[in-house]
């Protein structure tokens, strides 16, 4: 076979699908406590910076790195941005076992889901710096970050502790960090706001002290995996016409956009208009388990069947149970509202009025 035809076919295999990448920033003097109780020593050509990168390794790595010299050239080219990390060791994301590595990505195709971990006193304001490194130092193009995924805790800290990107005094950091942010907020293409509530798949009642549903079981919300690698179907071809009567949300669905909005008036001026793209990404998450090929996801589902029977639960309904996300416009639950609060937020259950799309991954095989 011609080499050219053979390059075309890499590039698109490497085209066809987005990630979303699980980005933890972890203050650097915290993480070298965890690397010296596993015995492990920075080198001295390690990044300076304070803050660690530390990356879930699972299938961060493309396959057409290993295939031959041409493939890994094709895949170097198409993920520019060459990131030094931390990988966690193994497909299990609760050992803490770390390895140094490179995150190999690519801004116009990938999201990061970026998640300071805030319990080790972390400081926002490497939040910005880490951000401004990736557009500046790692990316040739000085692009930088495109397309972001981030939860509440991103936001705001943890249970709504002022810690997080929105807590950041504009005014503490450099003037050329801060015109940085302002630029990355700008040009941002996609934002994903993540709703993943544990096990919201049945009798959400039950975590706001409602009445429990006897009969209830939501076989429609997606599973998260912790795959990376996923497909968006416009909309979301099952017939969930049911499922979307009633779902569980860990916070409300106003709650990001409000502080989202406040952030971009801090860095951009009040009333700049942006072309981003924004949606809630709305999932279950298995709790206390983590759904990497189809072993796992046939054994989570017998596990979650075996949870509804010990609860009682008629299950009559065999809507095909899909592992993903849902993608809901952001106004999709009823109007922004614009008040903006902090503490505690509120659990949240609503009726869609709008048709998600399916961000769909396909579970590999257990070799």
Known sequence: MQLLPLLAVWRFVLQRH??????????????????????????????????????????????LFRVCRHSRDVALSFYRVHLPCWLIKGSNTRSTILQTGVLYFNPEVDFLYIRPEYYADFDSRLFVLFLHDLRMLHDPNHVGLLNLAIDRHGLTGPSGVHSGLCSIDPDSIQESL?????????HLRQVFFVFGPYDSRFDPGAYLDEPSLETYVNRGIPVAPMALNFRRLHPDPRPIAQHLTRIYLDSDPNFMPNIWRAILSLYLGEGTQVNTEYRLLVSSIPDEYEIYDCFDGERWLGMEQCTWDTRNFRVEDFTQTVFGFWLFPIDAFGPAQDSIYFGSVPNFVGHPTTWPDLAWVELPRRL
């Open 18 to 63: 987005e990630r979303i990448i699980h980005v933890f920033l972890r203050n650097r003097l915290y993480n070298d406590i965890i690397l010296r109780r596993q015995g492990i020593h920075r080198l001295n050509s390690c990044e300076v910076q304070p803050y660690d990168i530390v990356v879930h390794g699972y299938q961060t790595l493309s396959v």
């Open 178 to 186: 801060r015109s940085c942010l302002a630029a990355i907020l700008k």
